[in-house]
């Protein structure tokens, strides 16, 4: 017998939707019906990133640090400008007409800057000063939050100096409250996650120059259900999860009788899926060693 010779089954949104509904002892008939499937798709996003379902959506950064500047966005913010030359990494800039202000991170290029979080809104064409170089250009374009904000969590960190990487470790809320003096200078070694809306990394000791870099492994969203052509940025062994999940999902609204069942089987496919999302290493164990000394 002959195999196809493919491995390329991808269903599409509109896909998934009709094997939800058919779990669900329905058919798909309306826009409606297809509306408000996409919306209960994107929830069950909402709750694998919850779960910490969603590895695969890994990304890693790197951010060169800047002397003296201790919260760092888990994303790059990017601010167009006409020119950016004349700017001092690490200094504050302050919209003319916004009163918008941020820190300078870095200069990627000759008409582009990262940027700290701004503290309110940068306006289109209005005209920024820096605090300590004076200079001044005019704001290209709005500032986007979207990879910023697309961030779920961090999930390990490290320093990089003079191309060896050390391992900083990540504190809590009321460690990092608890530094008695968190502009003291030195080789960053800690880092706490402060998770807004638009959530920051914090560093301490503050950096003690502007060419040490810390690389983190930040876990992002995955891409929205916006029509029911698109398809979804999952692995292929996790749609029978994502199948079980909307299926669930639906019959709360559509088939309560259905509910249990469907629950059921969402949580037996999670747990499995959830199962072989991990990282898969061999299990060292040390001996431990008691000495008795005699007296």
Same mark, same amino acid.
């Given at each position: 017998?002959?195999?196809?010779?493919t491995?390329d089954?991808?269903?599409n949104?509109?896909?998934?939707?009709?094997?939800?509904f058919?779990?669900?002892?329905?058919?798909?008939?309306t826009?409606?019906?297809?509306r408000? %499937?996409?919306?209960?798709?994107?929830l069950?996003?909402a709750?694998?990133?919850?779960?910490?379902?969603n590895?695969?959506?890994?990304r890693?950064v790197?951010?060169?640090v800047?002397?003296g500047?201790?919260?760092?966005?888990?994303g790059?913010?990017?601010?167009?400008v %006409?020119?950016?030359?004349s700017?001092?990494?690490?200094?504050?800039i302050t919209g003319?007409t916004s009163s918008?202000?941020?820190?300078?991170i870095t200069?990627?290029?000759?008409?582009?800057?990262?940027?700290?979080?701004p503290?309110?809104?940068?306006?289109?064409?209005?005209?920024i000063t820096?605090s300590?170089?004076?200079?001044?250009t005019t704001v290209?374009a709005?500032?986007?939050?979207t990879?910023?904000?697309?961030?779920?969590?961090?999930?390990?960190?490290?320093?990089r100096?003079?191309?060896?990487d050390?391992s900083?470790s990540r504190?809590?809320?009321?460690?990092y409250?608890?530094?008695?003096?968190?502009t003291?200078?030195?080789r960053?070694?800690?880092?706490?996650?402060?998770r807004?809306?638009t959530?920051?990394?914090?560093?301490?000791p503050s950096?003690?120059?502007?060419?040490?870099?810390?690389i983190?492994?930040?876990?992002?969203?995955?891409?929205?259900?916006?029509?029911s052509?698109?398809?979804?940025e999952?692995?292929?062994?996790f749609?029978?999860?994502l199948?079980?999940?909307?299926?669930?999902?639906?019959?709360l609204?559509r %088939?309560?009788d259905?509910?249990?069942?469907?629950?059921?089987?969402?949580?037996?496919e999670?747990?499995? %899926?959830?199962?072989?999302?991990?990282?898969?290493v061999?299990?060292?164990?040390?001996p431990?060693?008691?000495?008795?000394?005699g007296?």
């Amino acid at each position: 017998m002959a195999v196809s010779g493919t491995k390329d089954f991808e269903p599409n949104v509109a896909e998934y939707i009709e094997e939800a509904f058919e779990r669900c002892g329905l058919e798909l008939r309306t826009g409606y019906d297809a509306r408000t %499937a996409r919306r209960s798709l994107n929830l069950l996003f909402a709750d694998w990133a919850n779960r910490g379902l969603n590895r695969w959506t890994i990304r890693q950064v790197t951010q060169t640090v800047a002397s003296g500047i201790t919260e760092y966005p888990v994303g790059e913010i990017s601010l167009s400008v %006409a020119a950016s030359g004349s700017f001092t990494i690490g200094e504050t800039i302050t919209g003319g007409t916004s009163s918008a202000t941020a820190s300078v991170i870095t200069k990627p290029t000759a008409t582009s800057m990262t940027i700290t979080v701004p503290s309110g809104t940068f306006s289109v064409s209005e005209t920024i000063t820096g605090s300590s170089s004076s200079a001044t250009t005019t704001v290209s374009a709005a500032v986007s939050l979207t990879t910023a904000q697309s961030t779920i969590d961090i999930l390990s960190a490290v320093l990089r100096r003079s191309n060896e990487d050390i391992s900083i470790s990540r504190i809590s809320r009321d460690d990092y409250l608890s530094i008695p003096n968190k502009t003291t200078t030195g080789r960053p070694n800690q880092y706490y996650v402060d998770r807004l809306i638009t959530p920051v990394m914090k560093i301490w000791p503050s950096p003690e120059n502007s060419t040490d870099q810390i690389i983190f492994d930040r876990l992002v969203r995955i891409d929205d259900a916006d029509a029911s052509v698109d398809t979804l940025e999952i692995p292929f062994r996790f749609y029978p999860c994502l199948t079980a999940g909307l299926a669930y999902y639906i019959s709360l609204k559509r %088939a309560p009788d259905r509910v249990q069942l469907l629950k059921g089987l969402y949580e037996e496919e999670f747990n499995r %899926a959830a199962e072989e999302d991990r990282d898969k290493v061999n299990l060292s164990l040390v001996p431990s060693f008691t000495f008795i000394s005699g007296t």
